[in-house]
């Protein structure tokens, strides 16, 4: 598919609607289906298409509805798995947060990060110097090198810290993101090489054998495909993917709380030291506000409602209140949260053990009737696990007969199209708000006029022609999937969504059609997925 322009490719309710006909009617058969669209899924989808391959991606629910929108939104290289020996593991994500900066600027964006080490800690400050050493070696692309700081100097950087038992600090560079849009950027771009992409459509059977798989949907629907992988994250599962399913991953939980920077404000992310346990946690400034996390526990049930006990809660502040013992950190500050679960490859010598201690590496694997899945892994590292997958699938469809498609040039082009902003721009401030979740696309999204960019609520950046886009061009099925993922309105603050929610659905509705009933369902299903997620009670009053 040739690109003609940097416009970007509608994906409203006629798409749908289309996409869904043509599966109901013709026998088309794809190259790939992708199963899932989270971060995985949308690299492979990208990837694909942009060798040529016809492409289909089939997700249940929204566009990285899974643990690709309740990460910790860093694109890093990890330091601490440089404590577990995963050298590699490391280098290959330093290499990509590099690639992800050329290719999104707008999303992924460097922060210095500030590591202290306490008396006690198991990571003293030599530690922590020969730690960043490594890692400074390992990103030798960005010629970036870390700092040590003196307790003083450290203090001086962060004056919440506690002064007393402050042995040093380390300052380096890593990123932070916005994993939902990340996803988002990933897919759209995807959609702008051809590929198709159906939400709200479960895949519940796959059948047939090796270049010719049948994919059966919830509706009833189906395709057909030469090449099937699945990126379901956490819900890779024995329907899916039959034996080879059993015993392969682990579920590990992670919450995340938000507060506001009047009540833990912090200069820049820092890093603290869980006790007696292999795991560190992050403080993180995030405009108006400031979120914590994670923890890490074994998790059994349905990763799609893992919530945020109260008991989560109080251990991430009490962890914080340790190094931070001046914030404002009690539970009723809390203003929002999310809960992701991790799919984490299982280590085959060590079943059941503690998830701290489990690699974030992904896994290939081949289920029954050739069906391909990808597991495990980071956000940072999507791009370079989706080459791994694609080559594989290109080997398998070549020596099936297919023509020999283009090579993977996705480390080559940015996921937004366009000149990045002048500083004209920037200084407008409707497109100031924009930019940094938009990009170069944020042109686009204002020649709506500056009347239909209106704030949504007054001192937050998000703007009435983002709903209006994501209506037109973001695939959204649901108010929700507006107000969470494409907006980060409800973790901004899980109240707020409450005030507006009845006009997005208004909107919504006009363009899919229906009635006062179906706006009704909008807001409740919307009320019913923000209580689960952050455990707090949701009033919506009319707009
Ligand atoms: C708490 C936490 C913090 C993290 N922090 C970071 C971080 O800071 N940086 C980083 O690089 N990584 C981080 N990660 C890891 C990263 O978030 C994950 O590796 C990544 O998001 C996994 O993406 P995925 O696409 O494989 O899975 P998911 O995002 O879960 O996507 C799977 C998709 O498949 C869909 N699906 C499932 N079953 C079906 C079906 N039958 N039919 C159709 N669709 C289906 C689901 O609805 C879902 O959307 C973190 C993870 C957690 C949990």
Redesign the pocket.
Same mark, same amino acid.
């Given at each position: 598919m040739t690109i003609q322009s940097d416009e970007p490719r509608p994906w409203g309710p006629a798409q749908t609607r289309a996409l869904r006909e043509r599966l109901r009617s013709a026998d088309m058969v794809w190259d790939l289906v992708v199963?899932?669209?989270?971060?995985?899924?949308?690299g492979v989808a990208r990837d694909a298409a942009m060798r040529g391959l016809s492409v289909l991606v089939?997700?249940?629910? *929204?566009?990285?509805?899974?643990?690709?929108?309740?990460?910790?939104?860093?694109?890093?290289g =990890?330091v601490r798995y440089l404590e577990q020996g995963d050298v590699g593991l490391v280098y290959e994500?330093l290499r990509e947060r590099s690639r992800l900066y050329a290719a999104a600027p707008h999303l992924v964006r460097p922060a210095r990060f500030l590591f202290p080490a306490f008396v006690g800690d198991r990571l003293g400050p030599w530690k922590l110097r020969i730690g960043l050493t490594l890692y400074d070696a390992l990103n030798f692309h960005r010629g970036q090198v870390h700092e040590y700081l003196t307790p003083e100097a450290a203090g001086l950087a962060e004056p919440m810290l506690r002064s007393e038992g402050l042995r040093g600090a380390v300052a380096y560079e890593d990123a932070v993101t916005d *994993?939902a849009r990340l996803?988002l950027a990933i897919l759209t771009d995807a959609r702008r090489h051809g590929a198709e992409v159906l939400t709200y459509? =479960?895949?519940?059977r796959l059948a047939g054998r090796a270049l010719d798989h049948e994919i059966k949907l919830d509706d009833g629907t189906g395709a057909r495909a030469r090449a099937v992988l699945v990126?379901?994250?956490?819900?890779?599962?024995p329907?899916?993917l039959g034996q080879a399913a059993e015993g392969l991953m682990s579920l590990?939980?992670?919450?995340?709380i938000v507060m506001r920077a009047q009540d833990v404000g912090v200069r820049q992310p820092i890093v603290i030291q869980a006790p007696k346990q292999r795991r560190i946690l992050f403080v993180v400034p995030w405009g108006m506000r400031t979120y914590l996390?994670?923890? *890490?526990a074994p998790y059994v049930g349905d990763?799609?409602s893992s919530g945020v006990a109260e008991t989560e809660e109080l251990e991430l502040l009490e962890l914080v209140a340790r190094v931070l013992p001046g914030a404002n950190l009690r539970a009723d500050r809390v203003v929002s949260a999310w809960?992701?679960?991790?799919?984490l490859v299982r280590a085959a010598a060590a079943p059941g053990s503690d998830t701290v201690e489990l690699s974030?590496k992904h896994r290939i694997v081949e289920g029954d009737d050739g069906v391909l899945a990808?597991?495990?892994?980071?956000?940072?590292?999507?791009r370079s696990m989706a080459e791994e997958a694609v080559d594989i699938v290109v080997k398998r469809l070549v020596a099936g007969g297919r023509t020999r498609p283009g090579p993977c040039i996705t480390h080559l082009r940015a996921l937004v199209p366009g000149d990045p902003p002048g500083c004209d721009e920037l200084a407008d401030a409707v497109l100031a708000d924009l930019i940094p979740r938009h990009g170069p696309a944020a042109r686009w999204l204002t020649r709506a006029g500056a009347e239909k960019c209106t704030r949504l609520v007054e001192d937050l950046p998000y703007r009435w022609c983002e709903v209006d886009h994501a209506i037109a061009y973001e695939g959204v099925q649901h108010a929700i999937d507006i107000l969470r993922r494409r907006l980060p309105l409800v973790l901004t603050d899980a109240r707020l969504g409450g005030a507006v929610v009845a006009e997005v659905a208004r909107r919504l509705v006009d363009a899919h059609g229906g009635s006062q009933a179906d706006i009704d369902e909008e807001i409740e299903r919307y009320r019913e997925e923000v209580s689960t997620e952050t455990r707090r009670p949701v009033s919506v009053t009319s707009s």
């Open positions: 199963v899932g669209a989270g971060i995985t899924g949308a089939i997700e249940r629910r *929204d566009v990285a509805f899974g643990t690709s929108s309740r990460s910790t939104r860093l694109v890093h =990890g994500a *994993d996803t459509a =479960g895949v519940t990126a379901a994250g956490p819900w890779s599962s329907t899916l590990s939980k992670g919450i995340h996390g994670t923890t *890490d990763p799609g809960s992701g679960v991790r799919p974030r990808i597991i495990g892994g980071k956000l940072t590292t999507y």
